[in-house]
């Protein structure tokens, strides 16, 4: 992973554990007319320069070109910096070319995942994630998601190992003080059935009493 600022936003010991971006689809929506009107400017630069080969209108075409071109870098650019990321301690969303727009859940907040996928986006792997906390935000939604099965499944993992570490940190219960009139009639019972010699009954009730 290259990307320093995203690097920036993880604390101490958190690690990445996946990251995706919204569905190649969405940035098809988006350049579909930059590359339509790229093809129309090259088709009209070939045809004039055919018919009026006199004509220099290539170098202009290719300027006009351009514009398209550069929209079309401009909408790949703002896709791949939107980015879904889970890590060992949150989920991440981060949006914005050169304005960055954070939004995290803490997977400890985390209540329940909620996906829906259509027909078509059974077909082409892709779908909604709903991600209800206990935050203020409430509900954090992801739409149209690149593969949301391994996202949901990574993001329940990372859950998991969480809780485990944080049950695994926390200092043991004390075990409860013994109940010593308890087990002292309790080894009375045990000498009036002869189980226990009244010697070794006095023997350990002297060692229980020792104990208060």
């Known amino acids: ?46 045809v004039l320069q055919l018919t009026n080969p ?3 209108i290539i170098s202009f075409g290719y300027l006009v070109v351009i514009f398209p071109l550069v929209s079309l870098l ?13 890590t060992s301690m ?6 914005g070319l050169f304005n960055k727009n954070v939004i995290d859940s803490s997977l400890e907040k985390v209540n329940d995942v909620k996906m829906s996928q259509s027909f078509l986006g059974r077909m082409f792997n892709f779908g909604d994630l709903e991600i209800l906390t206990a935050s ?5 939604r992801f739409t149209r998601i690149g593969d949301p099965v391994h996202f949901k499944t990574a993001m329940l993992n990372a859950k998991v190992l969480l809780e485990e570490r944080v049950v695994i ?3 043991a219960a004390p075990a409860p003080a013994p109940d010593i009139p308890t087990l002292i009639a309790r080894l009375g019972e045990l000498r009036d059935k002869g189980v226990l010699t009244p010697e070794e009954f006095q023997a350990k009730k002297e060692k229980l009493l020792s104990k208060l």
């Open 136 to 140: 203020e935000l409430g509900v954090n």
């Open 74 to 86: 401009r909408d790949y650019m703002i896709w791949s910096n939107h980015k879904y990321v889970v």
């Open 1 to 46: 992973m290259n990307d320093a600022y995203l690097k920036s936003l993880l604390g101490q010991n958190e690690e990445i554990k996946l990251i995706t971006h919204r569905h190649w689809f969405v940035l098809l929506e988006q350049i579909l007319v930059e590359i339509f009107l790229t093809i129309v400017v090259i088709i009209i630069v070939f």
């Open 169 to 171: 940190s926390q200092p």
């Open 54 to 56: 006199t004509i220099p």
């Open 90 to 95: 949150r989920v991440i969303q981060v949006m």
